[in-house]
């Protein structure tokens, strides 16, 4: 899938730089993602994802469609 290919080259490049846990918002997802392991540790849609605070990341990923 195209989305999930923009996000593993977003997450790579995070890491590059330091990131260790993102945050990666899409028009459809929000996900925390720890880089290091390339896991999504979180998902939730994006009505859900409104209501959250998200703790423990030191990076955000914006990726659009």
Known sequence: ????????????HARTKGVTEALVLTKEAALV???KNK???????RQ????QIF???????????
């Not at 896991?39 to 849609?45: F, Q, R, S």
């Not at 859900?48 to 209501?51: K, N, Q, T, V």
């Open 55 to 65: 703790t423990n990341i030191n990076g955000t990923i914006l990726i659009e469609r």
């Open 39 to 45: 896991l999504v540790i979180t998902a939730l849609d």
């Open 33 to 35: 993602v720890s880089t």
């Open 1 to 12: 899938n195209e989305m999930w290919k923009k996000v593993e080259n977003a997450v790579e």
């Open 48 to 51: 859900s994802a409104e209501e």
